[in-house]
């Protein structure tokens, strides 16, 4: 399983969005304090429709106390200041992919004291940075594909008529 860990997001769509991503990956959301929103908005419930009761969802105050909670895992932190790319780095399960707020990132402050496990998905100069919500989904399928995406249906088929 891997986790999914929102600092401050601001947006609710996004946020819906990427519970939407974890009950379909089977990932586990963090969401750190402050939101840009309250969590019964009707914007974050439509961007995840019906996908609330599949998800797993903790709330912490700080980044700090979710570092504490699970001291002993792995951190990905995926920033446009990083210098290797997101599939650049080999992932475990259970391994943690931290995204910022969607207004400025993470501080500078966390990728500077946690600079070898910064990531960034390659983008055209001057560009700005892609959506959270795309962000997220770019990073959890790259870590499940390497590890050959378990406990997910990997195949469909047309119905016959």
């Not at 399983?1 to 997001?9: A, K, R, S």
């Not at 969590?39 to 912490?60: C, F, M, N, Q, S």
């Not at 650049?88 to 600079?115: I, N, Q, R």
Request: contains cysteine; aromatic residues 12%.
């Amino acid at each position: 399983m891997l986790n999914i860990v929102l600092v401050e997001p601001e947006i609710p769509q996004n946020t819906g969005n990427i519970v939407r991503t974890c009950a379909a990956t089977g990932s586990r959301l963090h969401l750190v304090r402050p939101l840009g929103f309250e969590v019964t908005d009707k914007h974050l419930k439509r961007a995840g429709l019906d996908y609330w009761y599949l998800a797993d969802i903790t709330y912490y105050d700080s980044f700090a106390e979710v570092l504490d909670k699970f001291r002993d895992s792995r951190f990905w932190y995926f920033s446009t200041k990083a210098a290797k790319t997101y599939s650049e780095v080999s992932y475990s399960d259970g391994d943690f992919l931290v995204f910022g707020k969607e207004t400025k990132g993470l501080p500078e402050a966390l990728l500077a004291a946690h600079y070898d496990a910064c990531v960034r998905i390659p983008m055209i100069d001057e560009s700005r940075s892609l959506n959270l919500g795309n962000s997220v989904c770019v990073g959890v399928y790259e870590a499940l594909r390497q590890l050959s995406f378990p406990n997910l249906k990997r195949e469909g088929r047309i119905p016959r008529r």
